[in-house]
């Protein structure tokens, strides 16, 4: 690009996305060639361009306000900010807690720990992931997005260190949501259940309350 404004192919490459602070957020794919270039009111070690191509995959039209949420930096220390969202948009909020999930080191707390899980608003699976990142890591925190995400995450590095405690509040609502859902496979599946046997098999001893 040195010297020129002629489009340059950049075939496949990866796109950092930051939030307004600077801070990468997320990641994307993309196939694209650069059409334009110009100096960056950014900062006069930056240039910025102009593309043309398309993300792989494309971020789909619901999931653009939650884009702009987190561009303002990550949630506060008040957790459920997700909860008035629909399914599909936690799903997005979710993703995007997924990837930040594996920027910054995270300190283990010591074993014998006592968390806390809200439920009242665990009535899908992207909730009940959010919650329980949430419960362990704090406002906008993850604690995996599927069931061997989790299972992982109770061997260590992701802010939790076996045995510990959970007391898991407003458990019924997870129960009555999440005990009769439809796995991958398109077979019945108690999640609710499943995530309990995998908490407890990684050492979290949960009370429902």
Not at 81 to 88: E, M, N, P, Y
Not at 92 to 120: I, K, M, S, T
Not at 141 to 147: K, V, Y
């Amino acid at each position: 690009m040195k010297g020129t404004r002629r489009a340059l192919d950049l075939e496949l490459a990866t796109l950092e996305v930051q939030d307004d602070r600077g801070v990468p957020l997320t990641e994307r794919r993309l196939w694209a060639r650069v059409s334009a270039w110009r100096p960056s009111c950014s900062g006069t070690d930056r240039i910025d361009l102009e593309l043309d191509g398309e993300l792989f995959p494309p971020v789909p039209g619901y999931a653009r306000p939650i884009w702009e949420r987190w561009f303002t930096g990550p949630p506060g220390k008040k957790r459920g900010a997700w909860a008035s969202l629909d399914t599909r948009r936690r799903g997005a909020w979710l993703d995007l807690v997924r990837e930040r999930a594996f920027q910054p080191a995270r300190r283990d707390r010591p074993a014998g720990h006592a968390y806390e899980l809200g439920g009242r608003h665990v009535t899908d699976e992207p909730g009940l992931y959010l919650a329980l990142g949430e419960a362990v890591n704090g406002a906008g925190g993850c604690f995996g997005g599927g069931l061997g995400a989790v299972d992982d995450c109770l061997g260590g590095t992701f802010g939790y260190t076996a045995p510990a405690t959970l007391l898991w509040l407003d458990a019924a609502t997870a129960r009555d949501h999440l005990s009769q859902v439809l796995a991958p496979d398109g077979e019945p599946c108690d999640l609710f259940g499943v995530v309990l046997d995998i908490l407890g098999e990684g050492g979290m001893h949960v009370t429902l309350a």
